[in-house]
């Protein structure tokens, strides 16, 4: 699958895109943000999270955010579907030097659009660390709701619990 709209192109990975899943995911602030991303993230890692993608089964779709004109890697945004297939949950991520650009913004609303129409999905929803404040407005621009607060949901490789923030997007919610 690939999606093209105003200039992002989300399409599947490849294990050339490792330099770059490696260049971004040893910014600080994904690892903050992301509890599950390893410190330090090595080229091995990145590896394995390629090929994870690849191998991924028909209710996950892992896409890379590209540059929709040369194609190179961006970011990352993952939908995976609920074992009734009615609901998905995205978790995004941008490389450092993109954020602030709109990237994960358009990245969100292409598949956003992608599940609602094509999959027929009633529900899409996502979470953030309630510090994200990055990340929420990515949610809201694209037209997800706030539902609340989700209390000691994630658990951080050092034990930490943390709270999570729900938002959730319905058919016709979506803003373009």
Known sequence: MELLEDGILLRAWRLEDAAAVEAACRDAEIA?????IPVPYTREHAEAYLRACLEAGENRYPLAIADGE???????????????????HIGYWVAAQERGRGVC???????????????????????TDPDNHGSQRVAEKAGYRREGVMRAHLRHPD??????VLFSLLPGELVD
Do not use: F, H, K, M
């Open 32 to 36: 903050r943000w992301i509890p599950w």
């Open 105 to 127: 913004t358009r990245a969100l609303r292409a598949l956003s659009r992608w599940a609602l129409d094509e999959l027929e999905l009633q529900r899409l929803e996502l979470i």
């Open 159 to 164: 034990g930490r619990v943390r709270d999570s």
């Open 70 to 88: 040369n194609g190179g890697a961006l970011g990352s945004i993952d939908l995976r579907l609920n074992s009734q297939g009615y609901r998905g």
